[in-house]
């Protein structure tokens, strides 16, 4: 077992883990963020993306070990003072999701993209999730909840 300490949405850890454990799975089964979800076993899906040191990671590509000393954020990380980010907000109102288990991925993966390029194209938003795969939604609301929530975080920072 190895010790790491790490801050997982805004709160501080350390906890032995075994060497080869996975980032989701440290996250899902010791500090129990089930928010964070796995969608598959071959690192395609893109449902496991948290922030590490405030990149989208497929969590289910980390491992534990590695996130020592970083800073992570889950899904569950993003709401401000009771408030969903303008980015889950987004996604409710148009309609992102369907089954919403892609949901959690899709949106840590959207706040990356949208602070990487405050104003993306419907192209840019396509390319910039094509890691976060959906079975349900056909994505067309999805790209248009990513404009909105961007749209409204660019206000934000006027
Ligand atoms: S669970 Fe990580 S990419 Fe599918
Ligand atoms: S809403 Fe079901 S997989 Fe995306």
């Given at each position: 077992m190895t010790q790491i300490s790490v801050r997982v949405d805004g709160a501080s850890y350390t906890d032995e883990v075994e060497p080869?454990?996975?980032?989701?799975?440290?996250?899902?089964?010791?500090?129990?963020?089930?928010?964070?979800?796995?969608?598959?076993?071959?690192?395609?899906?893109?449902?496991?993306?948290?922030?590490?040191?405030?990149?989208?990671?497929?969590?289910?590509?980390v491992l534990a070990v590695q996130a020592a000393g970083s800073e992570v954020t889950?899904?569950?990380?993003?709401?401000?003072?009771?408030?969903?980010?303008?980015?889950?907000?987004?996604?409710?109102?148009?309609?992102?999701?369907?089954?919403?288990?892609?949901?959690?991925?899709?949106?840590?993966?959207?706040?990356?993209?949208?602070g990487d390029n405050p104003d993306p194209s419907e192209h840019e938003v396509r390319?910039?999730?094509?890691?976060?795969?959906?079975?349900?939604t056909g994505y067309q609301n999805i790209v248009r909840a990513v404009q909105q929530a961007a749209a409204e975080m660019r206000g934000a920072q006027a």
């Open positions: 080869r454990t996975l980032l989701v799975h440290y996250l899902r089964e010791q500090l129990g963020k089930v928010g964070t979800v796995v969608g598959c076993d071959t690192s395609n899906c893109g449902a496991c993306t948290v922030h590490l040191d405030g990149e989208a990671v497929k969590s289910c590509t889950t899904i569950e990380g993003i709401a401000q003072n009771g408030s969903l980010h303008p980015m889950q907000k987004a996604f409710h109102e148009l309609h992102g999701l369907q089954c919403g288990y892609c949901t959690p991925g899709m949106i840590m993966a959207s706040i990356d993209l949208v390319e910039g999730i094509e890691g976060n795969l959906c079975r349900c």
